[in-house]
């Protein structure tokens, strides 16, 4: 079965730090996606990678995928305290139903003064 | 364009009870997936409809079942309470034709079994 690992679990960070959150997976893919929940709350669509070398940005957050590495990363610059949630990476396994996707444990995120 | 709802949002049940959370999907998807989320972890893929029929299924036994309407929308049906039930359950809606796999999340209800 796919594995999805996500490091660190737990990030504190300060306010105005960059930091990158790293997502592995075990088995071949060529669908990422990152997604962001806020406490109590569901899961947001952050970004989708669709294949090799993908980057894409938004606000703060940047994300890419290396396939051949099997990893993505999230970069985060410049934090603000908007930005504190849980953050999870998704594969999609390459040949299975399209929308089952594997889940990491997610990174909390914490953005402090 | 209407979002992913889910009822109830909260519910408690004992063990050896039955339970049924409800979805309704976005405007314009077809597919819905059923997630499982335990404190502290990631979602786990229970199962997903498409066309009213199973169309993948996690490994999750079969008191764990579902049905899909006309309209879309979904129900999943847990048989046979257990504690370890305990969790978010979270139904997303997407639509296999558009081909990004993204997935779209309703707000979760959260069941407790006692």
């Known amino acids: 079965e796919l594995k999805v690992e996500q490091n660190p679990l737990f990030l504190s960070m300060q306010e105005g730090k960059n930091y990158t959150i790293y997502c592995n997976y075990s088995?071949?893919?060529?669908?990422l996606y990152w997604y962001r929940q806020d406490p109590g709350k569901s899961l947001e669509s952050l970004f989708v990678?669709?294949?090799?070398?993908a980057v894409k940005q938004e606000g703060r957050l940047m994300a890419s995928l290396d396939t051949k590495a099997r990893l993505s990363t999230l970069h985060i610059t410049a934090a603000v305290h908007d930005l504190s949630a849980t953050y999870f990476c998704?594969?999609?396994?390459?040949?299975?139903?399209?929308?089952?996707?594997?889940f990491g444990r997610g990174t909390q995120l914490t953005v402090w003064p | 364009e209407t979002g992913v709802t889910q009822s109830p949002t909260h519910l408690i049940k004992t063990r050896g009870q039955q339970v049924t959370l409800r979805c309704s999907s976005q405007?314009?998807?077809?597919?819905v997936s059923w997630y499982q989320q335990a404190l502290g972890q990631g979602p786990q893929f229970i199962f997903q409809?498409?066309?009213?029929?199973?169309?993948g299924r996690g490994n999750f036994p079969p008191r764990f079942s579902g049905l899909q309407f006309p309209n879309y929308s979904s129900e999943l049906n847990v048989n046979a309470l257990e504690l370890d039930d305990s969790a978010l359950y979270l139904c997303?809606?997407?639509?296999?034709?558009?081909?990004?796999?993204?997935?779209?999340f309703g707000e979760g209800s959260r069941l407790t079994v006692l």
């Open positions: 997303a809606s997407s639509s296999l034709a558009e081909g990004t796999g993204e997935l779209f």
């Open positions: 088995t071949t893919s060529d669908r």
């Open positions: 405007s314009g998807h077809n597919t």
């Open positions: 998704a594969v999609d396994y390459r040949g299975s139903t399209l929308g089952r996707l594997y």
């Open positions: 409809y498409y066309r009213e029929e199973e169309n």
């Open positions: 990678l669709l294949s090799n070398g």
